[in-house]
């Protein structure tokens, strides 16, 4: 099975207990945090990812980093997903998980990418354009990226909205190429 189709079955399971439970942001917040702390260190990654170390030790790991720091609901389900042998996949099904609740607010998450940085006038105009086009309220992620030249990039679920100046040229070289053959 692919790994996001693994990630998005674990989320969905995880999204229904938060909505039952009417802790969806409480939740999203938790989930986001263990992954970011499993992503930002080498060594609890090595040992959670290790296939020799045993479930068991990887649970009294996770309880002694993150007991009374997240929920029972969000303690359980980590438990489940080392049960299940799942722990490299924390990260993906934090990502779904958040997107499954930004789902439920009508919102929808954009990655928006320019060659430099943007004012932040700039920043809520793209994002009241985005928002028109994406049919909901977008919660973005900015990023630079020099390589772009100038323009950006904005990516909406599978939707790719590229307007940098890089595309534009590599276009511009395709059709002289093709012109010249």
């Known amino acids: ?18 909505r039952d439970k009417n802790a969806l942001d409480t ?4 989930l986001k945090g263990v992954a970011e702390a499993i992503e930002g260190t080498r060594e609890l990654q090595k ?22 720091k997240i929920s029972a609901e969000t303690m359980n389900f980590l438990g489940l997903v080392v049960d299940k042998r ?21 919102k929808v998450a954009a990655e928006v990418t320019s060659a430099i940085q943007l004012s932040d006038e700039q920043k809520q105009q793209l994002i009241q354009v985005a928002s028109r086009l994406a049919g909901k309220q977008v919660e973005p992620t900015f990023a630079v990226d020099p390589s772009l030249i100038g323009g950006v990039v904005v990516k909406i679920g599978s ?12 276009a511009l070289k395709s059709r002289l190429m093709s012109k010249t053959s």
């Not at 722990?87 to 607010?105: D, K």
């Not at 939707?159 to 590599?170: E, F, H, M, N, P």
Request: glycine residues 8%; charged residues 25%.
């Open 1 to 18: 099975m692919l790994k996001g189709a693994v990630a998005r079955r674990y989320a969905q399971a995880l999204y229904e207990i938060a």
């Open 27 to 30: 939740m999203e917040q938790e």
């Open 47 to 68: 040992v959670l990812y290790h296939p020799q170390v045993l479930p068991g030790e990887k649970k009294k790991l996770l309880k002694a980093l993150f007991e009374g």
């Open 86 to 106: 799942r722990e490299n996949y924390i990260s993906g099904i934090a990502a779904e998980f958040a997107a499954l609740a930004n789902e439920a607010r009508g």
């Open 159 to 170: 939707k790719v909205i590229d307007g940098s100046i890089k595309t534009r040229l590599a």
